[in-house]
C-alpha cells in the first residue's frame, strides 16, 4: 500500500534556513560598525578640533610698535621758576609809624625814589638829646685844651710840676674821646633818622606793599612781612633743576625756549648763564640758571614756566618708543621683541632719555624690529604670540563699540 502524498497545505512552514540568518546577522554587525567608526571618528575630529581651539587661544594677540630713529635728538621739558633779574625786599630800619606811602604795586620806581616816609617821634627825641650830650662833651674837650696849654706853659717856667702837667694833658685827651664818642651816636641816630624815609635800591617795579598808613613797624622784626618789594624787570632769570642723568648735555652758554600757560603758542628764547656744577643729595639734580629779555615786561617774577631743551644730539643713533612698551624689572628694562616666526625675545635696553609718553634708547634695540606694545609681566623670551593686524584691530574695536 502506498503512502499518501504531501501536499501544499499539508507541508509545516519551516522558517528562513540557518543561511539567512547568518547573513542578516552579518549586515546588522557591519551597520554596527559603520555607526560605531562614524561615531568615534567625529569625536576624533572634534577633540583635534578643541585641541587646535585651545591651542590658538594659548597663543596671545598682541600689538607692535616700530622704533622711529631719533638722529637729531630731542627736547629735554623741564619745570623752571621765573625770577626777576634783581630783587629787594624793604624793611624798616627803625621804629616808627607810617606817615604816608608814596608808590603801590604796578608803579615803575627809580634808583632813590621814596616809597613811603615814616613818623619816629622817639628817635627825634634821642637824636636831640645825643645832639645835646655832644655839646656839652665838646665845651669840656675845649676847656680841658685850654687847661693843658696853660699847664704845659707853666711847666716850661717851672710853676708846676711834670705830673700835674701830665695830668691836664690826660684829662684832654679823655674829654677828646668822650666828645667822639656823642659825636658818632649823632651820626648813628642821624642815619637811623634816615631811614623813616624808604627808598627804591634800582630802577624796578613794585611788585609788593604792605605799608598802610598809621601802621606800626617794628625794627628787626624777622617774621615782619617787607613793606615793598621792588623787582628789577628788564632781564629775567630762570631757575630750573635738571636731573643728573642729562646734566652732561647742559652747558652753559646753550639755547633754550621759554613757554608760559597765559601765552600759548608763544615762545621765549632764553640762554643758560650758569650751573651749580653740583648735584643736589635731596632731588638728585643740578640747579642751572638760564636769562632772558624782557623789554616787553612779558615775563613776570614768580611765573612757572617750561623750558625746553635741544640735548641728545650727540645720540643720533638713538631711537624712540613709546614708554607702554618698556618692562622694568630686577634686571633693569626691558622689551620684547617678535621675531619673523612669532616667536619673543626679550632685550635689555639703554634709556638714554625718559620723556614720559616716549621713551629715548641708546641701545638694545634697532630700526625695523618689531616691539611689544604694552608687554604682559610674565612674558618670556621663547614665547609665542599672534601680530594684532589691521583688519584684527578694527574688528576688535567694532566689537567694542557695539
Do not use: C
Request: hydrophobic share 45%; no cysteine; charged share 20%.
Amino acid at each position: 500500500m502506498s503512502e499518501p502524498s504531501s501536499t501544499p497545505e499539508t507541508q509545516i512552514d519551516r522558517g528562513p534556513d540557518g543561511r539567512t540568518l547568518k547573513r542578516v546577522g552579518i549586515g546588522a554587525g557591519a551597520v554596527a560598525l559603520i555607526v560605531v567608526g562614524i561615531g568615534v571618528a567625529s569625536r576624533i575630529s572634534a577633540t583635534n578640533e578643541l585641541r587646535r581651539t585651545a591651542a590658538d587661544a594659548a597663543v596671545p594677540t598682541v600689538s607692535v610698535v616700530l622704533p622711529t630713529v631719533d638722529g637729531e635728538g630731542g627736547k629735554l621739558l623741564l619745570p623752571g621758576n621765573v625770577q626777576a633779574f634783581n630783587s629787594a625786599a624793604i624793611y624798616a630800619r627803625t621804629n616808627g609809624y607810617v606817615r604816608r606811602w608814596l608808590a603801590d604795586i604796578g608803579d615803575r620806581v627809580h634808583a632813590g625814589q621814596p616809597l613811603a616816609v615814616l613818623d619816629a617821634p622817639e628817635l627825634d627825641q634821642q637824636l636831640a638829646a645825643a645832639r645835646a650830650d655832644y655839646q656839652t662833651a665838646l665845651a669840656n674837650q675845649r676847656l680841658a685844651d685850654i687847661t693843658a696849654k696853660r699847664w704845659s706853659a707853666m711847666l716850661v717856667q717851672d710853676a708846676v710840676s711834670r705830673q700835674e702837667a701830665d695830668e691836664k694833658a690826660g684829662d684832654l685827651a679823655a674829654r677828646t674821646a668822650l666828645s667822639n664818642a656823642a659825636l658818632a651816636n649823632v651820626k648813628r641816630l642821624q642815619a637811623l633818622q634816615g631811614f623813616t624815609r624808604l627808598t627804591a635800591p634800582f630802577d624796578g617795579v613794585v611788585t609788593s606793599r604792605s605799608a598802610q598808613i598809621g601802621a606800626l613797624v617794628v625794627a628787626g622784626n624777622a617774621a615782619a612781612q617787607p613793606l615793598f618789594t621792588v623787582s628789577d624787570t628788564h632781564r629775567m632769570r630762570v631757575y630750573v633743576r635738571v636731573p643728573q642723568g642729562y646734566s652732561a648735555s647742559i652747558r652753559p652758554g646753550m639755547e633754550a625756549t621759554l613757554s608760559l600757560p597765559e601765552y600759548p603758542g608763544r615762545a621765549f628764547a632764553a640762554r643758560l648763564t650758569r650751573s651749580a656744577g653740583a648735584v643736589d643729595a635731596q632731588s638728585g639734580a643740578v640747579l642751572v640758571e638760564l636769562q632772558a629779555d624782557n623789554r616787553d615786561g612779558a615775563l613776570k617774577p614768580g611765573a612757572f614756566a617750561q623750558v625746553s631743551f635741544r640735548v641728545g644730539a650727540g645720540q643720533g643713533n638713538g631711537v624712540s618708543l613709546p614708554g607702554s612698551t618698556i618692562l622694568y624689572g630686577k634686571d633693569g628694562p626691558t622689551v620684547a621683541v617678535v621675531g619673523r616666526d612669532g616667536h619673543v625675545t626679550v632685550k635689555p635696553v639703554a634709556i638714554a632719555r625718559d620723556e614720559g609718553a616716549t621713551v629715548l634708547l641708546s641701545g638694545g634695540v634697532v630700526p625695523g624690529e618689531r616691539v611689544i606694545d604694552t608687554p604682559p609681566d610674565a612674558i618670556r623670551s621663547g614665547d609665542r604670540v599672534r601680530v594684532q593686524t589691521t583688519a584684527d584691530a578694527v574688528g576688535k574695536g567694532a566689537a567694542h563699540a557695539g
